[in-house]
């Protein structure tokens, strides 16, 4: 079993709608947790980190089950812009561990 | 521009030759990381620094394949003897570690090698 597993997609949503993933993690003591956006052929950038309380940006929001070790991002009113790939990151022991991403389509 | 860079962004070398690549961190980070990825996969990990001190290295991580950040700053990325199969885009990170716990990550641009 992988330590970070994410459903690879790709997940086609037309635009304005709401599209939710999830990601799950082996590690209970796991201590923190990301979400990144990566564009094709360009680096990851920080999304959101995931707070136990979970948390919201604007249309984005993310939340962490600790019982059930998952971490989902929900986004809303969703645009052609949120087109890209979703890599979930998990803090084990000081080391980053990151899901193989979930790609996203949003369709005019 | 206080971001992470890399350099060069772009790599072709023959097999058998060695290659080095540069990373410049944001300079107030102390914690220092390389991956590799390759297409639709996650970075995959290499290796990290805290300041100058390379603490982990990945068990995946061929002994053609090393790494220094002599002044806790910029950090290099040889492979020596390169394979066809070191093709991938090689990317760098850096994030504080405060007394517990790390802090969000942010990565530079990546290099992307490709061996022919």
């Known amino acids: 079993r992988k330590e970070v597993e994410q459903d690879p997609g790709p997940f086609n949503v037309p635009e304005g709608a709401t599209v939710a993933f999830n990601c799950t993690y082996s590690n209970s003591a796991s201590q923190s947790f990301f979400w990144y956006r990566q564009d094709c052929r360009k680096e990851p950038k920080l999304l959101m980190s995931?707070?136990?309380?979970?948390n919201e940006d604007g249309r984005f929001t993310a939340q962490l089950n600790r019982a059930s070790q998952y971490i989902s991002l929900l986004i809303r009113d969703s645009k052609l812009s949120d087109s890209a790939t979703y890599l979930c990151v998990v803090n084990e022991n000081y080391q980053l561990i990151w899901g193989a991403g979930t790609k996203l389509i949003i369709k005019p | 521009d206080t971001g992470v860079s890399q350099d060069p962004r772009h790599k072709i070398t023959k097999r058998g030759q060695n290659v080095t690549f540069r990373c410049d961190p944001i300079?107030?980070?102390?914690?220092l990381y390389w991956y590799r990825q390759t297409l639709g996969q996650g970075p995959e990990f290499l290796t990290y620094?805290?300041?100058?001190?390379?603490?982990?290295k990945s068990r995946l991580l061929s002994d053609r394949f090393s790494a220094e950040r002599p002044k806790g700053s910029f950090s290099t990325l040889e492979i020596q003897r390169t394979e066809q199969g070191d093709s991938a885009m090689y990317l760098c990170?850096?994030?504080?570690?405060?007394?517990?716990?790390?802090?969000?990550?942010?990565f530079g641009q990546g290099t992307r090698l490709t061996v022919v």
């Open positions: 620094f805290q300041n100058e001190a390379q603490l982990e």
């Open positions: 300079s107030e980070h102390n914690r």
């Open positions: 990170a850096s994030s504080l570690a405060p007394g517990q716990g790390i802090t969000e990550a942010f």
């Open positions: 995931v707070y136990s309380s979970g």
